[in-house]
């Protein structure tokens, strides 16, 4: 099994960035997938950023590609999620995910394709 948990949401002005953290627990995360997503009221979870194994693969959402940077630390287990630029349509939970894979080249864009979630940490872009 493995726990997620997110952290560094909070309430930023548009144009600002933010810098979410995901933790993982319970099993080294180093030979899964990592992904952020993220669910705004009244809205399908959708796809933000996916990260391989060793962090040379990624993939971006058309919509934060050139503003949001995903990242990996396995020595720490650790995903993160640097959020600049923000607008108010950013404005949702955002969902650490993490999905066993067997290339390091896989980076996963659906959520049917993750097995582990974190809890969610909201995030509130003001105008």
């Known amino acids: 099994q493995v726990q997620l948990v997110e952290s560094g949401g909070g309430l930023v002005q548009a144009g600002g960035s933010l810098r979410l953290s995901c933790a993982a627990s319970g099993r080294t995360v180093s030979l899964y997938a990592m992904g952020w997503f993220r669910q705004a009221p009244g809205k399908e979870r959708e796809f933000v950023a996916a990260?391989?194994?060793?962090?040379?693969?990624?993939g971006y959402a058309d919509s934060v590609k050139g503003r949001f940077t995903i990242s990996r630390d396995n020595a720490k287990n650790t995903v993160y999620l640097q959020m600049n630029s923000l607008k108010p349509e950013d404005t949702a939970v955002y969902y650490c995910?993490?999905?066993?894979?067997?290339?390091?080249?896989?980076?996963?864009?659906?959520?049917?394709?993750?097995?582990?979630w974190g809890q969610g940490t909201q995030v509130t872009v003001s105008s």
């Open positions: 995910a993490a999905a066993r894979t067997y290339y390091n080249s896989n980076v996963p864009q659906t959520p049917i394709e993750y097995g582990y």
């Open positions: 990260i391989g194994w060793s962090g040379d693969s990624t």
